[in-house]
């Protein structure tokens, strides 16, 4: 687990410039408190996942750096770091033909023995821990064998939720992770996210779009605009006028502000 209140992942002067020129981050500097649910808003074409692969080491930086830990997230580091971080994605991520079990246990396959992993042949531990974790999500037991494929979106949310927790990370990076989902079932998986990171002290760095749920469930946000942190604080502060100065009066996405801020509706939008 992460100690309490001290930083655990570090974002130093971060930029990245990609190969056309395209500077993706610039300057980015904040640091995230072990246990904190950290939430990156900022419209499309922000920076915000890139901002995520700068911390599982899928785009390495240009300028700054990225530590987790105190350890530098580098070429020589990632393979070390990697098992300590869980990823929830946007679209799941899983594999739908796959039975639910393959699709948890998969979140340890790192610690498994290569011929265990290529055959599908798992120790009696690791399947009683995935049935420990689907009922933490809020599944039962006979989902084990059901193909992913076949269950809700918001279902196979939670089984993304319990493969990033089979490895115990201390780091969970959830990249949009109620983006494809109806608002109701959004709530209910950062709401899920929220109490088993916080019971495992586990710290959060998760992007979203929505500005009410970021409000809602964040215990600090980050906002990015152009690759450049804009506003960083509580959500209490993150008021109207700092939603119109990271997203603009006149191009706000009303299906994203409407809800928190309904005064901010444009004509034709």
């Not at 056309?20 to 904190?36: I, K, N, R």
């Not at 916080?198 to 710290?203: L, Q, S």
Request: proline residues 6%; aromatic residues 6%; charged residues 20%.
């Amino acid at each position: 687990m992460t100690a309490a209140h001290a930083t655990y992942l570090r974002f130093e002067n971060v930029g990245l410039v990609y190969p056309d020129g395209t500077a993706a981050l610039s300057e980015v500097t904040f640091d995230v408190p072990g246990g904190q649910f950290c939430v990156v808003l900022g419209p499309s074409g922000s920076g915000k996942s890139t901002l995520l692969r700068t911390v599982n080491g899928l785009s390495a930086p240009t300028d700054g750096r990225v530590t987790i830990g105190g350890t530098p997230v580098d070429r020589a580091s990632v393979r070390r770091l990697r098992p300590a971080i869980g990823m929830i994605h946007q679209h799941f991520g899983l594999v739908a033909r796959a039975s639910v079990a393959h699709n948890v246990i998969a979140g340890a396959v790192a610690t498994l023995p290569f011929w265990r992993a290529l055959m599908g042949v798992y120790p009696r531990a690791l399947t009683d821990k995935a049935c420990r974790l689907l009922a933490a999500v809020g599944l039962q037991p006979e989902h084990l064998v059901r193909r992913v494929g076949a269950l809700s979106g918001g279902q196979q949310q939670r089984v993304g939720i319990a493969r990033a927790l089979m490895q115990d990370p201390t780091l969970i990076l959830a990249d949009e992770p109620a983006a494809s989902l109806d608002p109701g079932v959004a709530r209910d998986i950062l709401r899920l996210i929220r109490r088993e990171a916080a019971t495992r002290g586990v710290t959060v760095l998760c992007t979203l779009h929505q500005v009410e749920l970021a409000r809602e469930f964040a215990d600090r946000i980050v906002a990015l605009q152009l690759g450049r942190v804009a506003f960083d604080g509580p959500p209490a502060r993150f008021d109207r006028a700092a939603v119109e100065r990271i997203y603009g009066s006149g191009a706000t996405a009303a299906s994203d502000l409407e809800p928190a801020y309904p005064a901010l509706r444009m004509s034709g939008s």
